[in-house]
Every structure is written in structure tokens, then in C-alpha cells.
């Protein structure tokens, strides 16, 4: 029991970290910066895991990243059921239990397709950049797994989760994304998210779990797709998302943070030349390369901050 009540009194409710590389220096060890910096954030939650990465952008080509867990799909069948629905090629590579689809068809479009015709999978993420990973389980396995310290890119975000409302899942874990390079990890709770739900819905917006956080990417991308930016969207956000939350964004070429007006969940941000950084605590940005010298603050309630890279 003693070891029990030690684990609850240390357990705090989920860990989100991200890392936007501002200049080029950093981008070979991307993936091994943010998988420390996640690993850091272990004890706030050691249910499950997941990391965004985005590299490799290619402007002709989407990747889209299916997660097939506990059964084995016919993967080849399904690419070549995939490419005649798209009328493109597609190529596949697998690691694990998850495969990332590339192909120059339309990427919402595959990733529709693939919802309605590998049941019991899930569709992660698509756009020309982003890949996205999760499994149940130590975020230090879960990166070792996916081979996250050998990723190069220009940023990452990953969340680490404590399940205190569900069962303990991939499902359940972040980041989540439902549009084109979108994705979002999640500190908090959202009260009015059934009802955003089918708000989406009617606006052609498609959800795979019951999760508060994928409402919120959903909610993202549908702004997106409206015309808004990244920091517009979040602006509206404000209006239209009840509950206390801090969000960490990636999108093609940027990121962002957000914490509602009442910023009872933690965050820290840091910035030096090459990076920006955000983590719930501190010790996930102690790790970086940088972070003695680096401008560090506490992100304000109801600011949306946002950085970006043009693309070469």
C-alpha cells in the first residue's frame, strides 16, 4: 500500500513538452532533444505516450501514419486499395504497429478512406511534414520504440499521460491531429466538448476516439481549413473551448502555445537564437542545449504565442 499511495503522491496529471527549432543547428538531433526533454516529464504520468515530428517536408507528397494495434492488417492490400481510391501511387513504410502511407493524392482524402476501410486502426496524422507515434507505456520506452532520438526535423511536441478518467489506452494518448499538419498535446480538461463535437461533425470534421484533446485538434483544423492562422484559431479558441487547459500546437511551419484565462495548468517557455521551447515543468527545458543563457518565462493566461519558419 505504502508504494501505492508513493506513487499517487508523485503522479501529477500528464506532461506535454514542445521543441521549434528556430535556426538549422539543431535539427539533426531534434528527436533526441524532445525525447529527453519528455523524458523528463515521466512521473507526471507513465500510462502512455506519444511524440509529433515534423520532417522531411516535401511539397509534392503527403505522409499519413496509421496505427494498427494488436492485429496484423494487410498492409499491401490496403496501399493498393489506398492508391486506387486516390488514383496516385502510394509507398509504405512500416515500424512496428504503425505504417506511414506516402503518396501525391490528396491526403484528407486518404485519410478518410483509410478510417472507412481498416477497421479497427487508427489514422494518427497526415500532411507533408508531420509523422506521428503513441503506444501505452513508459515515454522513455515509447520513444526507444519508435526510434525517436534518430529523427532529424524542425520541431517536435510529445505528451506523456496520466489516465485519471479512462482506461489506459493508445486511443486515449496524444497528440492528436484531424487535419493537414496539424496536432495538439493537452494539460486540462474540456467541459463543452460533446457538444464542439457534433459542431465539427456538421462542418465535415471525423473524430476516431471520445477524447476531450482530439475535439480541440479538430476544432484547430477546421479553422484552419476556414482561412484562419494558427494564432487566429487559437484567439478563437477562447470564445468556443470551456475548461482549463494548456495546449502546445505544431502546424507545417510553426508553433504555438496557449493556456485558458484562468492558467491553473502549468507551463514554462524558453527561447534562446536557435529554439523555443515549452514544457509543464522546467526540468524537461534544463536538458536543451542552451537552456543556462536562454529567456525563460511563464506563459501568460489567454496569450496565444506563436513562432514560425518560412519554408525553403
Known amino acids: 500500500m505504502s508504494g501505492t499511495l508513493e506513487n499517487l503522491q508523485v503522479r501529477k496529471m500528464c506532461g506535454i513538452v514542445g521543441l521549434f527549432l528556430k535556426t538549422a543547428r539543431h535539427e539533426h538531433e531534434l528527436g533526441l532533444l524532445a525525447s529527453r526533454m519528455l523524458t523528463q516529464m515521466r512521473d507526471r504520468g507513465l500510462d502512455s505516450a506519444g511524440f509529433a515530428v515534423y520532417s522531411g517536408d516535401d511539397e509534392d507528397r503527403v505522409k499519413i501514419t496509421v496505427l494498427a494495434e494488436g492485429f496484423e492488417p494487410d498492409w499491401d492490400t490496403t496501399g493498393q486499395g489506398l492508391a486506387t481510391a486516390l488514383d496516385a501511387d502510394v509507398s509504405l513504410d512500416r515500424i512496428h504497429d504503425h505504417a506511414t502511407f506516402t503518396t501525391r493524392g490528396d491526403g484528407r482524402a486518404a485519410r478518410q478512406w483509410l478510417i472507412e476501410n481498416l477497421p479497427g486502426a487508427t489514422v494518427l496524422s497526415y500532411g507533408h511534414a508531420i509523422e506521428l507515434f503513441k503506444a501505452v507505456g513508459d515515454p522513455s520506452g515509447v520513444a526507444e520504440r519508435y526510434g525517436l532520438a534518430g529523427r532529424s526535423g524542425t520541431h517536435a511536441i510529445a505528451h506523456t499521460r496520466m489516465a485519471t478518467e479512462s482506461a489506459v489506452t493508445t486511443n486515449g494518448s496524444h497528440p492528436f491531429s484531424t487535419g493537414a499538419d496539424t496536432c495538439l498535446v493537452h494539460n486540462g480538461s474540456l467541459s463543452n466538448y460533446n457538444r464542439l463535437r457534433e459542431v465539427l461533425e456538421n462542418k465535415g470534421e471525423t473524430f476516431q476516439t471520445e477524447n476531450d484533446s482530439e475535439v480541440a485538434a479538430g476544432y484547430l483544423s477546421w479553422r484552419l481549413r476556414e482561412g484562419d492562422t494558427i494564432g487566429e484559431a487559437l484567439e478563437r479558441s477562447l470564445d468556443d473551448l470551456d475548461g482549463f487547459y ?67
Open 246 to 312: 494548456t495546449f502546445a500546437v505544431g502546424v507545417r511551419d510553426g508553433f504555438a502555445v496557449l493556456r485558458d484565462p484562468i492558467a491553473c495548468k502549468p507551463g514554462v517557455i524558453a527561447e534562446t537564437d536557435d529554439w523555443v521551447a515549452m514544457s509543464s515543468e522546467y526540468r524537461g527545458i534544463a536538458v536543451l542545449p542552451g537552456s543556462a543563457d536562454a529567456d525563460i518565462w511563464e506563459p501568460a493566461p489567454a496569450v496565444v504565442y506563436t513562432w514560425s519558419r518560412e519554408r525553403s
